[in-house]
């Protein structure tokens, strides 16, 4: 985990994954849009790691 914030009206999360092909990053996706139809999701590729280190 990179970084966490929690506040009563947000929770933002930012992990590093990684998957071997997209039906993976979809199957993630779905199974957390189960959890809150609401939550929103941002998938960025792994190139802009480096420019945060």
């Known amino acids: 985990m990179k970084r966490l914030d929690e506040t009563p009206d947000l929770f933002e999360g930012l992990f590093f994954v990684e998957f071997?092909?997209?039906?993976q990053l979809k199957r993630l996706k779905e199974a957390l849009k189960q959890l809150d139809q609401q939550m929103t999701i941002t998938f960025l590729d792994g190139a802009w790691e480096a420019a945060i280190r």
Do not use: G, L, T
């Open 20 to 23: 071997k092909n997209f039906a």
